[in-house]
Structure formats: C-alpha cells, structure tokens
C-alpha cells in the first residue's frame, strides 16, 4: 500500500507492507485523517523514526476482520481511538491512557492514518452512524481533546472563558466551550485566518494578540476569566493566563510545551487559583466526541479549510509550519 512516511527531514509517499489484523484487530480502510500540528512539530523537530507512519485522527471502513473479533462487519464505517488502554495499569486507572506502557498509540507508536490502511484493535473502534459521512471520524480525536480540557476548566453558564491560541485544539475547544453553555468565549491569537475561523467557531469576542494583550482586554472590561485554556505554547502564555483569570480560576495548559514557566505563587495561592495539565483524552471523552460531531451539535467539520490527497501530504505537513490562512487540512488516502 501507499503511506507518508518519515524520512530525514521530513515525510515522503512510500510503498509499504499491507497491515495484517491481529486476531483481536481489523483493518481499516481510511477515509481520511487530520493533520494534526504535533505531527507537524515532531516531524520539524525531528522527533520521528525513519519510516515512522504518523496520523492519529482518523476514520474510514472496516475492510479485515481479526480471527478473534466479533461484533463488527466489513464495510462498517469507523472512528479510531488512537489511544489503547490496558485498562489495569495505574496511568490506564487514572483516565491517562496515552501513558499506558502495555498497548501501542496509533499514530504515534504504531503505524497510523497517513496511509491507505491501518491496524486497529477492535476495542478502539467506534461505530458511525451508515447515514452520516465517514469523513466525521476525523473530527473526532481533536474534538475529545478539548472536551477532555473543557471539564478540566470547570466552567458552563454564566462563566467566562479565554482560549489562548486558536490552532485546530483551541478552535476545538472555542467550539466545546459554547456547547458547555459557557457565556462568554474569547479567542486569542495571531493569525488572521484562525482568527477568523475562531469567530465562526462561536467565540464571542477575538483578540489580535499582535494588537492587545490579554491583559488589556481584562483591564478595559472590567471581567475577568473564570477559566483560560492555554493553547498556544507562546512564551509567557501561562503567566498571562494565570494573571487575568479571577478568584478560583483555572488555567488549564493544553499545548504541548517546551521549556518551562514562571509561576507567580502568591496570586496562585492567594486566589485560590489552579493550574492544571491537559493532555489527550480518556475513552469516555473520545465516545462523547463522536457523538457530538455525528449528531451535529458541534459541527468541527466546519474547521477544515483544505483536503488533500498522499501525494500532497508532505507539502501541506510543511505548509502548516506557518499555516497563514490554513486551519484545519485532512489527507483523503483514497482521493
């Protein structure tokens, strides 16, 4: 089969073995997969195996079915929860399954969506509706990662919300905000493009970091955050965010970081304030995710502004480095 794989320096289109189902697999035919912006920065970075197959966002068609696997049938359209889970472990336990050591992450340990096919064990299928597109199990792994920083935040009516940095997560998590009946989302960024699609994500107000900070916007209405989501990974971002939230807010980091942060103490404890991390998301969150996107209540397929096919594949993974105008792209293997 044809698969992006990574390469020094980058990706390229390969021909690779077909997957085989294990016994408690199938194989999926997939219809597409988001290019996710840890796929981006780890190919940048180099953090990548040479012929590593990425892709965690992903949904398409049973086409194999594992010798031991019941329930499911050729031709039934699927999400993938890239995330296996043992279920015993202590990280499995405590809803972190990304950090089970037992079972292999699709994507990102094991051989993932930027192909024609994949290897997926059958308890991390979820069904899809016959009616509704194949394309919506794309949507949603990033979905399930803002639900998951969405209840960290606490927030819902009558609460106000900052999500910093609208990328494809904090765009995410704009959209899950407003279905948690949060009353005033505010959106910050740099891009014009996504902060446009911030806009008809749903946020209430958006804020051109490059013009007026955070802090600022604060100061001229007088309101501060219940909750900031932390998205951005821009250097500071967490003390601001620690700075305009209010008596026991939370600032819920879910951008995946380097370096460290200046935590002010005496705001934190004084104002009972807390911080938390937030990475990926357990099964319950991945579940509620598919059904939120099938159902329409949270219409992420709204974000996606390109569809490209494998041999485009590695030119957008590039182009998204400095994505201008792009928000979301899917790779259709079969286009």
């Not at 077909?18 to 988001?34: F, I, M, R």
């Amino acid at each position: 089969m044809r698969a992006v794989v990574c390469v020094p320096g980058g990706t390229e289109v390969a021909e690779v073995p077909d997957p085989v189902s294990a016994a408690d697999g199938v194989v999926v035919e997939v219809a597409a997969c988001g290019l996710c912006g840890s796929d981006v920065h780890a190919i940048e970075r180099g953090h990548t195996v040479e012929g590593q197959v990425l892709g965690h966002e992903f949904g398409g068609r049973v086409v194999e079915i594992g010798a031991g696997v019941t329930g499911w049938r050729v031709g039934q359209a699927v999400a993938v929860d890239p995330l296996g889970s043992c279920g015993a472990c202590r990280e499995c336990r405590r809803g972190l399954p990304f950090r089970c050591a037992g079972l292999p992450n699709i994507g990102i340990t094991a051989p993932g969506g930027f192909a024609e096919y994949a290897a997926v064990p059958a308890a991390q299928l979820v069904a899809l509706p016959d009616d509704v597109p194949v394309e919506l199990g794309a949507h949603a792994e990033p979905l399930a990662v803002a639900l998951h920083a969405v209840e960290l935040a606490g927030v819902g009516p009558g609460d106000a919300a900052l999500v910093y940095g609208v990328g494809t997560i904090g765009l995410n998590c704009v959209m899950a905000l407003k279905a948690a009946g949060v009353d005033l989302v505010v959106g910050a960024g740099r891009s014009a493009g996504r902060r446009a699609a911030a806009r008809a994500a749903g946020a209430d107000v958006v804020i051109d970091t490059r013009e007026t900070s955070v802090a600022d916007h604060v100061a001229a209405t007088g309101r501060p955050f219940d909750a900031v989501l932390e998205c951005s990974a821009a250097p500071g971002a967490v003390e601001e965010a620690l700075s305009v939230l209010g008596s026991g807010g939370t600032c819920v980091e879910v951008a995946l970081a380097e370096g460290s942060a200046s935590v002010p103490l005496v705001g934190l404890v004084g104002a009972g304030l807390r911080l938390v991390g937030s990475c990926a998301f357990a099964r319950p969150q991945f579940d509620a995710a598919v059904r939120a996107v099938v159902t329409g209540r949270i219409a992420a397929g709204d974000l996606i502004t390109e569809r490209v096919g494998l041999d485009d594949t590695p030119d957008a993974l590039v182009r998204l480095r400095t994505p201008g105008e792009l928000v979301r792209v899917l790779t259709l293997p079969g286009a």
